[in-house]
């Protein structure tokens, strides 16, 4: 009989039920990509382990079952970057411009809610002016090619507000990238300034665990969701 049977029989003897009893924290090993063997801290590594449920007991029962489960809660993770998240034209003279300048890319294992607000046409920075505003306007594309979008795609700056969610898929396992492209339409009467607007697009985990924390993402309290009904 090998060893591993020789701990269940010895742990079987006299089994009269489970019990969570004391949860008991455990030291984790990760393997890297390299192949090395990392001990993680319990408080900045990125996996936990705990043990709980003991058994015991006794009685002249022949037959005994143990029952063992392994659990696994996965949080849900993000990987974002983006190219710029500013875009600063010079216009020497009235025209209808667009640039494709904004590249981002977005990873995650669950839905994520994309909300955007604040997007408005651009406005003259001071008082005064002739026409205060300077048509503005956003497309989004996730041509590889960076292909110019059409005249009849663009949307209005304020149109842009509002949120949609990425659903989870394979593709966003793997990483989803895509063009941002800005169009502005100056005319005679806007008067020479400075124009501006700030808007604030908010990326939202849809699917994270509660035992997160959800200002930063770091550890919350994992030892209350060690229970025997998960």
Known sequence: MNRFLVILVLAAIGVLGFAQGTVRSLDVWEITESGSVVQLDENTGNARAYASMSAEGSCNKKVWTLQFTTEVQVAQWAEWSISATKWTWFV????????????????????????????????????????????????????????????????????????????????????????????????????????????????????????????????GNTIDYVTQER
């Open 92 to 219: 020497r003279k009235p025209g209808d411009y667009y640039a494709d300048a904004i590249q981002f890319s977005l990873k995650s294992n669950g839905d994520v809610q994309l909300s955007a607000s604040g997007f408005n046409d651009l406005e003259y920075a001071t008082s005064g002016g002739v026409n205060r505003y300077i048509e503005t306007y956003y497309y989004l594309t996730t041509d590889a090619s960076n292909t110019p979008p059409s005249t009849s795609v663009w949307v209005r700056a304020s149109e842009v507000n509002g949120s949609l969610v990425v659903e989870d898929s394979a593709a966003l396992h793997e990483g989803m990238t895509a063009h941002l492209w800005n169009r502005i339409h100056v005319v005679e009467c806007n008067s020479a300034s400075t124009y501006r607007d700030t808007g604030i697009i908010t990326l939202t985990l849809m699917n994270q665990k509660p035992w997160i924390n959800t200002d930063d993402g770091s550890w």
